[in-house]
């Protein structure tokens, strides 16, 4: 019965995401969304898992109209995170996200200066969420997050695709 619910629930998500893009295409030209990698000093990252799609992400969502980028990582990493900025989040790069369409593009911030504001409880959007190891990310890693992360620590040149 569980996995039945779990299934329903993931259909309903993938619809709806579905009609979200749908609607983001008639309405805009272009998408903007962001997400942060955001570092502790003991060598970690904070990602997290959706109910709605597979694998471990930076934390991220769109821009709204009316809103900057910043209020958009401020809001989304309360959101995603219970995490609130602390100082300045520098911008990595905008990327453009050919796999979720044509119209896509992801800011992405380094965030080393950040309050953790309590243990990010599992909820409609977000199934888990906590900081991992660098050298030890969960699996299920999205290629895109290992690719950010591995531009941001210098590993690897970066790219302008997502």
């Given at each position: 019965?569980?996995?039945?619910t779990?299934s329903?629930?993931?259909?309903?998500?993938?619809?709806?995401r579905?009609?979200?893009?749908?609607?983001?295409?008639?309405?805009?030209?272009?998408?903007?969304?962001?997400?942060?990698?955001?570092?502790?000093?003991?060598?970690?990252?904070?990602?997290?898992?959706?109910?709605?799609?597979?694998?471990?992400h930076?934390?991220?969502?769109?821009?709204?109209?009316?809103?900057?980028?910043?209020?958009?990582?401020?809001k989304?990493?309360r959101?995603?995170?219970?995490?609130?900025?602390?100082?300045?989040?520098r911008?990595?790069g905008?990327?453009?996200?050919?796999?979720?369409?044509?119209?896509?593009?992801?800011?992405v911030f380094?965030?080393?200066?950040?309050?953790?504001?309590?243990?990010?409880?599992?909820?409609?959007e977000?199934?888990?969420?906590?900081f991992?190891?660098?050298?030890?990310?969960?699996?299920?890693t999205?290629p895109?997050?290992?690719?950010?992360?591995?531009?941001i620590?210098?590993?690897?040149?970066?790219s302008?695709?997502?």
């Open positions: 019965m569980r996995e039945s779990e329903l629930r993931g259909l309903r998500h993938r619809l709806l579905r009609a979200l893009h749908l609607y983001f295409r008639l309405s805009r030209g272009m998408t903007l969304g962001v997400r942060a990698a955001v570092l502790d000093d003991r060598a970690q990252v904070f990602l997290i898992r959706h109910t709605y799609t597979a694998g471990w930076l934390p991220g969502g769109g821009v709204e109209t009316g809103e900057t980028v910043l209020e958009a990582l401020a989304e990493l959101e995603e995170g219970n995490l609130e900025l602390a100082g300045p989040a911008l990595h905008v990327f453009f996200n050919r796999h979720m369409s044509r119209r896509d593009h992801v800011a380094e965030v080393r200066h950040f309050t953790v504001l309590g243990a990010k409880q599992p909820d409609r977000i199934a888990e969420a906590g991992f190891p660098l050298a030890a990310l969960p699996d299920g999205t895109g997050t290992r690719r950010r992360l591995a531009e620590l210098g590993r690897q040149a970066p302008q695709d997502w």
